[in-house]
């Protein structure tokens, strides 16, 4: 990096190193696979329970529902690196550490207080005498929820899907690489982490901006697919 001239555009255009992602990179897809299992279940699971939890304190009371939203608001501005000692004990003792559930977990309780805020003020503009009327002509609670409620916000929950499939192969490294030790490799490595660790700790520049390449390239089909 020193010693030589720095080049906007490289002097020769080649592609051995996505054949060597393919052909000499036999970890690679573990790497894929883990970060597909991750990413998916994290965004399946936020969704769910924003939904779930968003409807919970926006149309239903219960002793305690105040304090509970406050505390959910509280952790928005609290930074997520004071998470990270909390978690890894709780999960030590429910035996996570070593599993994909020890990295779907933290993502979910990071990115949830977020959605949950959202899909709550999204649960308050649908009016409630809309949800009474139904209840004259003798429908249930689920029966409400299925047939006013989500397809009231069935544009939001689309446009966080969208949002967050956006993301769903960019998973951030710092969490996982802090969680991470070496008897859990097979499990908590994943494309971001393998990056990180060719370009900064190998050096292996031009191999690790193909492997990040090809991830946004994923990214941009699924991207693609979901619109």
């Known amino acids: ?16 190193h996505y054949v060597k992602v393919f052909t000499q990179m036999q970890d690679f897809f573990l790497y894929f696979k883990n970060t597909v299992i991750v990413a ?5 699971l936020t969704v769910i329970l924003s939904c779930t939890t968003g409807y919970s304190f926006s149309k239903t009371d219960y002793p305690g529902k105040s304090f509970f939203f406050g505390f959910i608001l509280l952790i928005l501005t609290l930074p997520y690196a004071i998470y990270l000692i909390p978690i890894y004990i709780m999960e030590s003792k429910v035996d996570l550490v070593d599993t994909n ?30 949800a009474e009327a139904a209840t004259i002509d003798g429908a249930t609670r689920m029966q409400r929820i299925l047939h006013i409620n989500l397809p009231a916000i069935m544009p939001t ?15 951030s490294f710092e969490k996982v690489l802090l969680m991470q030790t070496d008897t859990n490799i097979a499990v908590s490595e994943i494309i971001s982490t393998y990056v990180y660790k060719l370009g900064i700790q190998k050096g292996q520049y031009s191999l690790s901006s193909a492997v990040g390449l090809f991830n946004n390239l994923i990214n941009l089909v699924l991207l693609w697919s979901v619109n």
């Not at 990096?1 to 051995?16: D, F, M, N």
């Not at 990071?110 to 649960?123: C, S, V």
């Not at 929950?157 to 998973?171: A, D, H, K």
């Open 157 to 171: 929950i689309v446009v966080m899907l969208i949002m967050t499939v956006g993301g769903i192969m960019n998973l």
């Open 40 to 44: 998916f279940w994290s965004v399946l």
């Open 1 to 16: 990096i020193y010693t030589s001239t720095i080049k906007i555009l490289p002097t020769v255009v080649t592609g051995e």
């Open 101 to 130: 559930w020890g990295l779907i977990l933290p993502y979910i309780a990071i990115n949830l207080p977020m959605a949950i805020f959202i899909m709550r003020g999204q649960f308050n503009n649908i009016p409630n005498n809309i």
